[in-house]
């Protein structure tokens, strides 16, 4: 914003005080935080009548609010993130999950397949780890979405 365009109010320390300035917010803060201005000091709009005024304090109080209401969006946009962040981790889970249990079985079917095929028995192997872990992580996957 610009200076020229910037809000600017018209400051009266006390109720019998004359008017001073016009002053920008940034000022009105400066002298509130350094003490110069009491958060009782009344403040009006360059533009608006003498009856039309609020506190030092409600100008202070307004910019504080406005902060928060910020950093509240803030933490409510990175929530959002986070919970589509878990729910795209799911997602992975499940993919990553189901081909391990797809793979274990295959395996372990053409393992006893290959076996069997000679008529006297042999030797398969059953990839039970990848079948569990493959099951284990679906589910879990499954659970975060």
Excluded at 21 to 32: E, M
Excluded at 95 to 120: D, H, P
Aim: some cysteine; aromatic content about 6%.
């Amino acid at each position: 914003m610009s200076a020229a365009t910037e809000t600017r109010y018209w400051v009266r320390a006390a109720a019998d005080a004359p008017e001073k300035g016009p002053f920008t917010v940034a000022q009105i803060k400066d002298s509130h935080a350094a003490g110069r201005l009491k958060g009782g000091a009344l403040i009006r709009l360059e533009s608006a009548e003498e009856s039309d005024t609020r506190t030092v304090k409600d100008l202070v109080d307004e910019g504080v609010l406005a902060r928060a209401k910020m950093l509240s969006t803030f933490k409510q946009q990175d929530a959002e993130r986070e919970v589509q962040r878990e729910r795209s981790g799911g997602s992975t889970n499940m993919l990553i999950g189901g081909a391990c249990f797809v793979l274990g079985i295959g395996i372990t079917v053409v393992s006893y397949s290959s076996a069997s095929e000679g008529g006297g028995g042999g030797r398969y192997v059953v990839l039970t780890g990848l079948i569990v872990f493959g099951l284990f992580r679906f589910i879990r996957g499954a659970a975060q979405r």
